[in-house]
């Protein structure tokens, strides 16, 4: 399985294929034997609405818990020309981490390296828990032949905690850890881990959250049911024997929304900026701590703050041609505060300029997350941050961040896998590589874009749960742990929202409880109808750019700020998200 390899895959593929190198990737998604065995399958596809019935139970978390015979290749693996010996042991559990220690032996003849996976089975409880839950990886070195390494792999609890959405363990809307006995497995596959430990855990509150994004219509979701005790026996004395379906799946009612976004919207509205009028300062003397970002918006007039919520192009003349568009310094009186035009350019393959422009061919995002390889990808996307800065491009859009839900969403080359763990820790190397080189990533599609077939139409229906556990969890590993300081909304819709105008999305999650800065813009003419996310309301929501800019969105921002249904203090929030981003690049013209 190789994917689309870039401009050096065909080379790569050859070097396994005559044995130079041994191979040492690993399956970022769960293959069955037939597409009907997913559990998404029968939900998936649909024109107008998809109903998330599998709720977290996607790939291998369903079939490592209820449907194990169903795979011909499980999650994690991967083929090499030598043969590996795991081992390890739960050298420590605090309060915010399981710490393991692993050793990996070279047993066979030739070089090669290894990925150790650590998963997490968690007690049921009152939840209902997958069977094996993906929490850390590290690979080796090139190991010669008998050769062995050690290595340590910390798994936050934050990685396998449950979400409570409906309040059944006495803490609603918090991450929570349930009382019990949580068994530790190890090895180069999520079929394969062996058993390597056990702790026992009091009931934890990992994180205190508030309901956001929970659905408008009811429904059923898959929850975990005891099947034939008989067939935990061994399992449950710790043993690593075959999983092949421990539990069966009945199907539960899911908590729907008791907030009222209008109250939160109005109870949460950002507070007034002095407006001071033009005092001479530029985004320099920001840069140079004269002056705060608040005291700089202030300056700006009316019609600075509108040209600052839209971009130009695509193809602006005033960066780089061909690319995806310009945003920020777009007008002589902007310049003169000293904001520059930003470029973005579009990825995930690398850069895309159409207008001749030569660039680096990279390899797709599922076969960079086959890598399993942090180090590596952070060094490649360092390079490539190189190329981007020298062609003058501040933010590349992407990494892509959205699930695997299912194997047919048309945009799965560009994602990395069926897990939420390793799609956040591959991107967020990603991200570094790329903050190493002055430049940014916009990560996208913010969030559940996980069918292309009318993705600016079709209404995903998804708990809570799911949300905040799968769909969600990757973007906030990035957000947190690289402080990146761009994001992408989606086109669709989800729980009766568009996402470029969800405030909840935006604001109460990515802003409130991630502690995001940075700036937000919309996707590419992602405005749609007045019942979706028309440009003011993407706004109003916290979107700070609506893109790729056009005059319609300039008249439409500038006729609801003129009708009152925007602030003045919503429109300068906006602005001082984007201000911030700017203030964070490595731009040598402000």
């Not at 075959?242 to 949460?268: A, C, D, H």
């Not at 310094?329 to 422009?357: H, K, N, Q, V, Y």
């Not at 292309?452 to 708990?463: H, L, P, Q």
């Not at 706004?539 to 319609?552: E, H, K, Q, S």
């Amino acid at each position: 399985y190789v994917w689309q390899g870039g401009q050096e895959g065909g080379n790569g593929v050859l070097d396994v294929i005559t044995g130079k190198m041994a191979p040492s990737g690993k399956l970022t998604d769960t293959i069955c034997y037939n597409i009907e065995d997913y559990p998404s399958a029968p939900y998936f596809g649909d024109a107008d609405k998809n109903y998330y019935v599998e709720d977290i139970y996607v790939g291998y978390k369903y079939f490592q818990t209820a449907a194990a015979d169903k795979v011909m290749y499980p999650f994690g693996f991967g083929m090499s020309y030598t043969d590996f010996e795991i081992t390890g042991s739960v050298k420590n559990v605090d309060e915010n981490s399981v710490i393991v220690d692993t050793a990996v032996k070279n047993t066979g003849d030739c070089s090669g390296k290894e990925v150790v996976q650590v998963y997490i089975e968690a007690p049921q409880g009152k939840l209902g828990k997958p069977a094996r839950t993906f929490v850390g990886y590290a690979k080796t070195v090139e190991l010669a032949a008998q050769d062995s390494q050690k290595l340590t792999i910390s798994c936050p609890k934050s990685y396998f905690a449950s979400y409570d959405d409906s309040g059944i363990t006495g803490h609603k809307s918090a991450f929570i850890l349930e009382e019990g006995e949580y068994k530790v497995y190890a090895g180069n596959n999520v079929a394969e881990a062996e058993y390597i430990g056990s702790f026992s855990q009091e009931f934890q509150v990992i994180e205190q959250l508030e309901e956001a994004l929970a659905p408008i219509e009811e429904f059923e979701r898959m929850h975990p049911v005891s099947a034939d005790k008989a067939d935990n026996s061994e399992k449950d004395s710790g043993d690593n024997t075959e999983n092949s379906g421990l539990y069966e799946m009945e199907f539960q009612k899911v908590p729907t929304r008791t907030v009222n976004l209008s109250e939160r919207i109005e109870s949460e509205m950002p507070e007034d900026i002095p407006l001071t009028g033009d005092e001479g300062y530029t985004l320099k003397d920001v840069a140079d701590g004269k002056i705060d970002i608040d005291k700089f918006i202030g300056q700006l007039s009316d019609d600075d703050l509108m040209c600052l919520m839209r971009g130009e192009g695509m193809c602006s003349m005033k960066v780089t041609p061909g690319t995806a568009a310009a945003f920020g310094g777009l007008t002589p009186s902007l310049e003169r505060f000293g904001i520059p035009a930003l470029c973005c350019a579009d990825g995930p393959s690398g850069i895309r300029m159409d207008c001749g422009t030569k660039a680096f061919l990279l390899p797709i995002g599922t076969l960079l997350g086959a890598t399993f390889n942090d180090e590596l990808i952070e060094e490649l996307f360092e390079y490539f941050g190189a190329e981007m800065k020298y062609n003058r491009i501040d933010t590349i859009l992407g990494p892509g961040m959205n699930i695997h839900r299912h194997p047919l969403n048309g945009r799965n080359y560009e994602y990395i896998s069926e897990d939420t763990i390793l799609t956040g820790k591959i991107c967020a190397a990603e991200l570094r590589g790329l903050h190493k080189a002055g430049v940014e990533g916009t990560v996208k599609h913010f969030c559940a874009n996980n069918q292309e077939f009318r993705r600016a139409d079709a209404m995903g229906v998804i708990s809570e749960r799911a949300l905040r556990e799968i769909y969600l969890k990757c973007f906030e590993i990035v957000v947190k742990e690289t402080g990146c300081s761009s994001v992408m909304t989606t086109y669709g819709p989800f729980n009766g929202l568009w996402t470029s105008g969800n405030y909840d999305l935006c604001t109460t999650v990515l802003r409130k409880e991630w502690g995001f800065d940075g700036a937000i813009m919309s996707d590419w003419n992602t405005t749609v109808p007045e019942d979706g996310s028309v440009p003011w309301k993407c706004v109003a929501a916290g979107n700070d750019i609506i893109m790729p800019g056009n005059p319609d969105d300039d008249k439409n921002i500038r006729q609801a700020y003129k009708e009152g249904k925007l602030t003045e203090e919503e429109i300068r929030n906006c602005a001082g998200h984007l201000v911030s981003m700017i203030r964070r690049l490595e731009r040598t013209d402000c």
